[in-house]
């Protein structure tokens, strides 16, 4: 079986009345929590910091409170859904998000925040990691490629949107308006998941919630090394990238001298730059190999990185090139993201809903940190830049490992959907 003749559709466990070409914005909507829950509030800190009488470097752990929860709970988000199926889980966690977003809004303390934003961030994440597994239950191969393409370029609208929006809110409402508006959009994806989200994984294909069998299923995946080399990669390159998101008031509003309400400097073209390269992986889909699409991504990143570093030796921060390097990071992370994320569960067949969460929780962890080490680095443009071609570089290294480790199972029986050789 080759690379591009798996295309292979789960028709005998697909639901009745499964609408596939819907399926992409519900998905989309439900991996927006996360990006929102993040976004959105940026513009805000300096003014909750100031509101509720503690340091930035407080306020920030805001930031790194809600990605730990954020990663934690992506561990066992899929396998909670491998056992009792992907609509309930998802559905039970955006209304938990909402209650959650709400208790945020009408915080009076830091104390009472940082708790309510740690239940944000054990929830937002449900939706991300089981439309991954939603995405495994239907098609395999390019087909599968190209839907978590499509849903990548609907997701950009949360990086590009959010930001804009959260300075606007900031500016007529204050900080607590953003939350505000995030229970309003929970409260409408949980509505439209209750209503049209399908049930993809039938009975007779969910597996056991046991301890025992947890146990071993989670030794088996976490001592894989292919897959844990796969997934380190991808959150070390994501970290490069989120370095720059966590810190773009700081970036934006320091360096570039902009305001709360011209955030769309930087978030508009990085949203463009994604939908480009979340474009491109979709349409190379099945004409080359998973492999090869990643060495495209990573090439970019790598072109994106070393720019980024050379402009700030020779000039001081402006626009429109401060913002160019990475835009063109944005880019190569899109084209890379859906192949190395499905090779990576692809080792997995028959757990995808585990391998799903293991991956969120490598990646999300990895970016859990970052906030509480972006005040060591945003003091200058060129810290910033030399940091994320420092974490590319660890992201190209256990590449390498990655690839290495693969060619060792290539005598194994392990199903893979891509001709991980060629």
Not at 374 to 382: A, D, E, K
């Amino acid at each position: 079986m080759t690379t591009t003749s798996v295309t292979k559709l789960n028709v005998h466990a697909r639901p009745v009345g499964l609408k596939l070409a819907g399926l992409p914005f519900i998905l989309a909507a439900l991996s927006m929590i996360g990006p929102f829950s993040i976004d959105t509030s940026l513009p805000s800190l300096p003014s909750i910091s100031q509101n509720l009488n503690v340091s930035a470097s407080t306020v920030q752990q805001t930031m790194t409170i809600f990605l730990a929860f954020f990663a934690f709970m992506s561990l066992w988000h899929g396998s909670i859904s491998d056992a009792c199926g992907r609509r309930r889980l998802t559905i039970i966690s955006v209304v938990i998000f909402f209650a959650a977003s709400l208790g945020c809004a009408l915080s009076n303390s830091i104390h009472v925040l940082l708790f309510f934003r740690a239940l944000q961030g054990a929830t937002a994440g449900a939706g991300m990691i089981v439309g991954k597994a939603v995405v495994r239950d239907i098609y395999d191969g390019a087909a599968a490629q190209k839907l978590m393409s499509h849903i990548a370029s609907i997701l950009t609208i949360a990086p590009v949107l959010a930001p804009v929006l959260g300075g606007w809110l900031q500016t007529w409402f204050g900080w607590r308006a953003v939350f505000v508006f995030l229970a309003i959009m929970s409260a409408l994806i949980a509505l439209v998941c209750w209503r049209a989200m399908p049930e993809t994984l039938p009975t007779n294909k969910r597996q056991r919630l046991k301890p025992a069998f947890m146990a071993r299923s989670y030794y088996k995946v976490f001592t894989t090394p292919a897959f844990m080399l796969s997934c380190c990669s991808m959150a070390l390159f994501m970290s490069g990238f989120f370095v720059y998101i966590m810190s773009a008031p700081q970036f934006l509003m320091t360096h570039l001298k902009l305001h709360e309400t011209e955030f769309l400097w930087m978030f508009g073209p990085i949203g463009i730059g994604m939908i480009t390269g979340a474009w491109f992986s979709g349409h190379i889909a099945g004409k080359i190999s998973g492999k090869q699409t990643a060495y495209i991504g990573y090439s970019v990143m790598a072109i994106a990185a070393v720019s980024n570093v050379l402009l700030n030796l020779l000039m001081p921060p402006m626009l429109p090139w401060s913002i160019l390097p990475i835009v063109l990071y944005a880019v190569g992370m899109s084209i890379a993201m859906p192949s190395m994320t499905l090779m990576g569960m692809d080792l997995f067949p028959d757990q995808r809903g585990l391998a799903a969460s293991v991956q969120g929780f490598i990646m999300l962890g990895a970016n859990a940190v970052v906030p509480a080490l972006v005040p060591m680095v945003w003091g200058s443009t060129l810290s910033m830049a030399l940091t994320e071609l420092v974490l590319l570089t660890g992201a190209l290294l256990t590449l390498f490992l990655y690839l290495r480790s693969m060619k060792n199972r290539v005598s194994q029986p392990v199903k893979l959907i891509y001709d991980l050789a060629a």
